[in-house]
């Protein structure tokens, strides 16, 4: 079975709840302390490179006190993760208070764009860039 | 469609399809004209196996959901360093499900 529209906003507001609980727990450490202090990432615990993500939660953290060469630096990924944290209780308020379904219309749209060639491959490009330059990085 | 092509079809598929919906599929299969059958022996299933064997390596990279089909947890599981890892373990769990599962999907798309 698909995903239901319901199921959908519940596990996307749980997502978000989980989202500012870590910002919260990792928010008073010092950014050269969260990469040490919590390593949850398996590629950098086990292989001790940094997966193509690792670093955003310090970005995000660089983004919600101004510094956005900061959250360039810890990496780019940052941003969309900065701007649907802000943006999705919003978008799931206002499709359930007036019962629409605009965000989960979006979500189908987002994955059938994906899904385009010329879509995906520069995608990957850009993540696998993105990659290289944590590991030269090393965040 | 004739019922030793029918069962022949499910015996050589039935690693990559859900249990409980063999009835289903072979009811729905013998339903369906002969031009069909052409159409569904160059299907391609994936193996849940190798997708195991994907998600044990590449985990937090969520290749593996962007195999099966699901682009947008993909794309959260990637942003998300496999769910703070949480993810990653439950899909080691998990993934050979969600893989028979999106197959059968696959199939029954095709048989509606």
Redesign the interface.
């Known amino acids: 079975?698909?995903l239901s529209r319901n199921h959908f906003y519940t596990y996307l507001s749980a997502?978000c709840l989980?989202?500012y609980g870590?910002l919260l727990l990792i928010g008073r450490l010092k950014p050269e302390e969260i990469g040490t202090s919590y390593d949850?990432?398996?590629?950098?615990?086990f292989a001790h490179i940094p997966?193509?993500?690792?670093g955003?939660t310090r970005s995000v953290l660089a983004l919600m006190h101004g510094d956005i060469a900061g959250g360039i630096y810890w990496n780019p990924?940052g941003f969309?993760?900065f701007a649907l944290l802000i943006a999705l209780p919003f978008w799931i308020g206002y499709d359930l208070a007036l019962k629409k379904e605009t965000l989960f219309k979006f979500?189908h749209l987002?994955?059938d764009t994906?899904?385009r060639k010329w879509v995906a491959i520069p995608a990957i490009a850009l993540?696998l860039a993105n990659w290289v330059w944590n590991i030269w990085k090393n965040v | 469609m004739d019922a030793q092509n029918v069962d022949m079809f499910l015996f050589a598929n039935s690693k990559y399809l859900e249990d409980y919906q063999m009835p289903v599929i072979r009811e729905r299969m013998l339903a369906m004209d002969e031009g069909h059958w052409r159409m569904l022996q160059y299907m391609q299933f994936n193996d849940p196996v190798i997708i195991l064997i994907i998600s044990l390596i590449t985990g937090p990279l969520a290749i593996d959901r962007f195999i099966i089909g699901d682009v947008g947890l993909g794309v959260a599981k990637l942003l998300t360093c496999g769910g703070l890892g949480i993810w990653v373990l439950v899909d080691w769990i998990m993934i050979m499900g969600i893989t028979r599962r999106k197959n059968t999907e696959k199939l029954m798309m095709s048989l509606y």
């Open positions: 079975m698909s997502a989980v989202g870590w949850v990432c398996l590629i950098h615990h997966c193509p993500a690792c955003s990924l969309i993760m979500y987002f994955e994906l899904r993540i």
